[in-house]
Structures are given as structure tokens and as C-alpha cells.
Nanobody, 123 residues
Framework: QVQLVESGGGLVQAGGSLRLSCAAS????????IAWFRQAPGKEREFVAR????????SYADSVKGRFTLSRDNAKNTVSLQMNSLKPEDTAVYYC????????????????WGQGTQVTVSS
């Protein structure tokens, strides 16, 4: 089992920044991919960014590319999402997810999920 705990959400004005963190514990050696997804009210859950647990290769949704940066702290088993130049359309609950096999951008391929953290961007 893998446990994921997100932190760092909050309320920010458009153009501002937030940093989300996802702390992984348990059988972290099983993790292959770790990703952030988000879900706004009335919308489907969508991919935001992904990093491979071992090699640190990253990929981003087009809507956040150039504004969001994903990084990993090996010593702390933590993945962080730095979000800059935030827009009102970034408002959503952000979820951290982990997969034990190659999962890419498919939420149904992720095995473990955090509880989510709310990000609200005011205009």
C-alpha cells in the first residue's frame, strides 16, 4: 500500500503562485509514476502533470505548460507542484496519484490517490 498526503492549497489572486506538495509513504519502492490531476465542479478529472518516480522525467498538460513545474525530493519521498501565473480557470481540487506501472495521463491507471487539496484563484 502507498499513502499520499497533499498540502499547500489555498486562495490566491490571478497571477499569483502556490506550491502543492504530495508526501508518499508506505511501499514507495513500488511507485512507477506519480501525477497531479485536478477536478473543477461539474467537470471531469483532468491530467495536470506527471513525473516518473525513478528517473524524474516530467510531462505537462498543455494548459499548464510553462506555468507549472513538477519536482521530486528523493530524500523526503515528496513531489511538489510549483504553480505560477495562476488563472481563475486553474481553480479546482488538486489530487496527487501514484501508479505501480506506467500510467501516463490516464487517471484510471493510477492505483493510489490522495484526499485532494482545494486551489481557488480569484480574478
Amino acid at each position: 500500500q502507498v499513502q499520499l498526503v497533499e498540502s499547500g492549497g489555498g486562495l490566491v489572486q490571478a497571477g499569483g503562485s502556490l506550491r502543492l506538495s504530495c508526501a508518499a509513504s508506505g511501499r514507495t519502492f513500488n511507485i512507477y509514476d506519480i501525477a497531479w490531476f485536478r477536478q473543477a465542479p461539474g467537470k471531469e478529472r483532468e491530467f495536470v502533470a506527471r513525473i516518473t518516480w525513478s528517473g524524474g522525467s516530467t510531462s505537462y498538460a498543455d494548459s499548464v505548460k510553462g506555468r507549472f513545474t513538477l519536482s521530486r525530493d528523493n530524500a523526503k519521498n515528496t513531489v511538489s507542484l510549483q504553480m505560477n501565473s495562476l488563472k481563475p480557470e486553474d481553480t479546482a481540487v488538486y489530487y496527487c496519484a501514484a501508479a505501480v506501472t506506467l500510467a501516463l495521463r490516464r487517471p484510471e491507471s493510477y492505483d493510489y490517490w490522495g484526499q485532494g487539496t482545494q486551489v481557488t484563484v480569484s480574478s
